[in-house]
């Protein structure tokens, strides 16, 4: 009876968790951009598969990463959106994953090279659709976004999965 009840508990958070994940990559998509450079976003979606990882394990994770990544992008995207972000989240939530398999990072650092590899991962896909090397020059800028982004939502991924059970 127990098991029956921590799966269930599982697949619950499992729903939860895409949901979330799909309301907050509508909810960044409606933010006006403010910052003066393209492309740079907070990252908010972070935060679900941040809290999967912690909570729910590797596999869950990957799977709740690609999961919301194909709704929102068959939703609110096209091919190359989809791509874009399936290259950034691919490569993003991989890097959280051997880091936090190596043990001496907390959800922060995590957090900060997940953000990243998610910038690292769209340029890479860029340069492939544009034919060109000349976008690496960007990576910088991505860069210094990516760390501010990370610590923000490390922090904030901190305190959620600090309130969520581990449900392994």
Same mark, same amino acid.
């Given at each position: 009876m127990k098991n029956d009840r921590k799966t269930t508990q599982k697949i619950a958070l499992r729903g939860l968790l895409v949901a979330v994940a799909m309301v907050l990559s509508w909810i960044e998509a409606q933010i006006p951009a403010f910052f003066a450079v393209p492309g740079i976003k907070l990252g908010l979606t972070n935060l679900v598969v941040l809290a999967a990882l912690y909570c729910l394990g590797e596999r869950d994770a990957v799977l709740i990463?690609?999961? $919301?990544? !194909? #709704?929102?992008?068959?939703?609110?995207?096209?091919?190359?959106? +989809?791509?874009?972000?399936?290259?950034?989240?691919? !490569?993003?939530?991989?890097?959280?994953? !051997?880091?936090? $398999?190596?043990?001496?990072?907390?959800?922060?650092?995590?957090?900060?090279?997940?953000?990243?590899?998610?910038?690292?991962?769209?340029?890479?896909?860029?340069?492939?659709?544009?034919?060109?090397?000349?976008?690496?020059?960007? +990576?910088?800028? +991505?860069?210094?976004?990516?760390?501010?982004?990370?610590? #923000?939502?490390g922090l904030l991924s901190k305190e959620v999965v600090r309130r969520i059970p581990p449900l392994r």
């Open positions: 990463n690609v999961l $919301r990544i !194909l #709704l929102v992008g068959l939703t609110f995207g096209n091919m190359f959106s +989809l791509l874009y972000s399936m290259a950034g989240g691919v !490569l993003s939530g991989l890097t959280m994953i !051997l880091m936090k $398999r190596f043990g001496r990072f907390d959800i922060t650092a995590v957090s900060v090279a997940g953000g990243i590899m998610h910038n690292v991962g769209q340029i890479l896909v860029a340069m492939i659709v544009l034919e060109t090397g000349s976008l690496l020059y960007y +990576l910088p800028v +991505l860069w210094i976004s990516g760390i501010a982004a990370g610590l #923000l939502i």
